[in-house]
């Protein structure tokens, strides 16, 4: 088991799916939590702040796309933690657009990956976030 002292936000209804993440994630040393729609995980985000968000786009009550452009449109943290979109469609024009216009880390579609390929994603997001964060303090 990786050890870390990284947050990790699964924003995910279908609740296997949501508890299979949150097992391997812990598994791996994250600190994880969850929400299992939108409004929830909105509301967890800002709470918790986490260093990274797995995100359903499709969720109850808020989906996944309006919850990324407020957090977007909100403060620094909002505006900078890294997003990974989840979702069992393909990227269609306004799915496009949106990804393009509020930046989510990585898009990926839940047929194309498994779990030792979303924690590589996690891993990979949340070192480039560390190598941004050490050249910016050497500006």
Do not use: H
Request: glycine share 4%.
């Amino acid at each position: 088991m990786a050890e870390t002292n990284k947050k990790l936000l699964i924003v995910e209804d279908e609740e296997l799916m949501r508890k299979t993440l949150m097992e391997r994630f812990t598994k791996e040393g994250y600190q994880t939590v969850a929400a299992a729609d939108g409004e929830e995980g909105l509301r967890l985000a800002w709470a918790e702040q986490p260093d990274i968000i797995l995100l359903d786009i499709i969720l109850p009550k808020l989906d996944g796309m309006s919850l990324m452009r407020q957090l977007r449109t909100g403060n620094d943290w909002g505006r900078q933690v890294p997003i990974i979109l989840l979702t069992n469609l393909n990227a269609d024009d306004n799915i496009t657009e949106a990804v393009a216009k509020d930046k989510p880390a990585y898009y990926l579609v839940k047929t194309d990956w498994t779990l030792d390929n979303i924690v590589a994603k996690v891993r990979e997001r949340l070192e480039r976030v560390a190598i941004d964060a050490e050249a910016a303090a050497k500006e």
